[in-house]
């Protein structure tokens, strides 16, 4: 190493220079886009597709809101394998139904802390 001359190392020196200043460059550019995103104003569509209308006929019976007798209200909703776990609370207790999205055929599986039979 101590044979090689002093002026072999400016184009090293050079290359470190060139290559700092790119990263500030680089930094600058990241930060600016960061801003620009920031404060720009979204005007452009978005990229999520719209979900399409579910026609009246294709909603299941068991999930009209006319099988809620008054004052009760749904207070959960859960996968429970090929069907939906619908939790309903009212005045007169809560209730567990189970409901098969493609026929709308549903069931009471519990109903005021007591166990109904299931059907299937």
């Known amino acids: 190493m101590r044979d090689q001359p002093q002026g072999d190392l400016r184009g090293l020196k050079a ?46 019976a068991g999930l009209r809101p006319t099988s809620l007798a008054p004052g009760e209200h749904i207070a959960g909703i859960a996968a429970a394998g090929g069907r939906i776990a619908v939790w309903v609370s009212g005045p007169q207790g809560d209730r567990l139904l189970l409901i098969d999205p493609l026929n709308g055929r549903s069931s009471v599986v519990l109903s005021g802390g007591h166990e109904a039979a299931i059907t299937r």
């Open 15 to 60: 290359l470190v220079g060139i290559l700092g200043v790119l990263i500030v460059i680089g930094t600058a550019v990241v930060i600016g886009t960061v801003i620009h995103r920031l404060y720009a104003r979204n005007d452009a569509p978005s990229m999520a597709p719209l979900a399409a209308p579910v026609p009246a006929a294709a909603v299941p």
